[in-house]
């Protein structure tokens, strides 16, 4: 056994931990309303079995087994069942939705754990030797199906475990880069550099179980980005162990030297060789660190008022702004007596609200962030409200801001409780150029609610801007329904009418979940076919072998645009 710690094998995070609706007495009629549960009646599914679960035998031979644990140690070499299923799939809906059901197509052969670069440069070569399929694991929480070996795999399938590289290795304080361990998961990375009065600034909602190398793999992006940046822009230098050597990308701030090998590693979700550490841009943890709530009267009104803000010259850390819908869902969770509720409760707001002429239907829920010096905060926040105002913007204050900020960690959760009750909530997220966002925001709830008429369910959808940029913003959909027959097909329908609504209405295929396979049959519509060309060229040259997590980003085959 390792110490390396995992999410539980059925369901997000870690046992004992859970999302709960009874002190929130909006949630149950909120539910009820949206995709018609009714969470006071509906049977709890038990927890699955573990030792039902069907898994066909490892095909790694004993001596490939015996190879690596020459090389890491017999404690760090497994071809355990738990250790195999824990590996198999990453945390979105279709894989929790298997895994629950026994539908384990193919599981890796056998686990590895390298301790540094140089045991992983041996495992790589003693695999590629072995014409031996690996797959790089860091958090194992992607929602693209970046991590499941292909069904058909003949080969066997290394899954190539990065939890015991987690260290800080070093800072330059100088230039405010720190080299850091791929395998280290947001915990560990932020501790060590709080240590040393840093921070990396990158806080995706899934930090506390997803790493580093899978960040840079995945090009994700957290929820501080509009001040720190994606991880795209966040990592400098990479160190990628490949067949016979180590890629080595320096870290330099800005350079000509094109096309840029740096960005053809972010974004491979493994396919071009094990991320083993990078050089990232760190800041000085800030004095200053608050999270305000406004309300504005309508959707058109917050993202006109996110749009003025990403083009001043105001430098938030966090601009979001709901729909209306999300914003009902928001004020259905918060807890009785705390924040948002007291709105809820029958504050002067709603008063002030309807006297402004505002329809409360229609209200839509802001978070802004402002962080850095104390005088910079105050500043960003002056520069801001001038701005909110304009459109309409109310304050709140920063007590339903300290509640998002404390629990956003906690929300995944919420995922595996409707699963328990025989209901989907998944996200979808786009970027796109401001001048399609209320189209495109429009568009998808009009394909999402045609996709949940033809399969004749209840189904929800709701939204936020989570990440502005000059030219455009993320849309972050939520959707939810109850399952019928047959919850992976129904699924299928729902996320490919969502997938095709981006496309369609000029946002990517996604903005910060990557694309393994899930995302991969709109590559084409995304980039264009020569793009297409030009990346499968990438791949083909780089890995002949196809031995690095192949098939992932470009399908393998061409078929029509939908998830599979
Ligand atoms: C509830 C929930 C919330 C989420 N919220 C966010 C969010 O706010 N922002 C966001 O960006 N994402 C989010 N995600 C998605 C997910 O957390 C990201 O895709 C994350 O970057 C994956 O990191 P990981 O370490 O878990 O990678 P894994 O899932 O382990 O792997 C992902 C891919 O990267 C490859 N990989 C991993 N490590 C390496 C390495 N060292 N070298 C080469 N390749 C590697 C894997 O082979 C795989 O292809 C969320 C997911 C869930 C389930």
Redesign the pocket.
Known sequence: MTDVQHMKWWG?GVEGVGFHWEDKPGFAPFVDYAVGLDLRTAPVISKPDFDKLSVADSLASSAFVASLASIVGEAYVSTDKMERVVHTY???IRDLIRVRANLIERAPDVVVYPADEDETQRIVDAAVAADVVI??????????S??EPRADETRVVLSLD?GRMRKLLSIDDESGLAVIQ??A?GPDLEEQLNGKGWTLGHF???FT???L???????????QSDKYGD?ADIVRGLH?VRPGGILVIRPIPSSSTGPSVREMIVG???RL????EATVQVHRQPAKRDVYAYFFPNWEAGTAAMQEIAESDATPSITRVSDARETGFSLATSKESHGLSKFLAGTVLPFLMRRKGWNLDDICLSFIGYEGGEAHAKLQKKLVERILKKHGGMGVGSGPGVLYDQKKFD??YL?DFLLDRGAAGD?SESAMPWSKVNQLHDAVRVAADKAFDEIGIKGWIMSHVSHSYHSGACLYFTFSFVFGDDPIGEYNVVKSAIQQAFIDNGGSLSH???V?LEHAPWLEQDISPEGVAVMRGLFASADPGENF?PR?IVADVKEPAKAR
């Open positions: 997000w990453g945390k979105s797959i790089p694991f860091g958090g194992g929480s992607n929602i693209a970046s991590l990065m791929a395998g998961l995706p909602d899934s179980h997803s790493s190398g899978g960040w840079i793999a995945t090009r994700s992006s957290g929820m991880i990628v491979s979700e493994g060789g094990i991320i083993t929300t995944p995922r996200v910060h979940h990557g393994g997590n992932k």
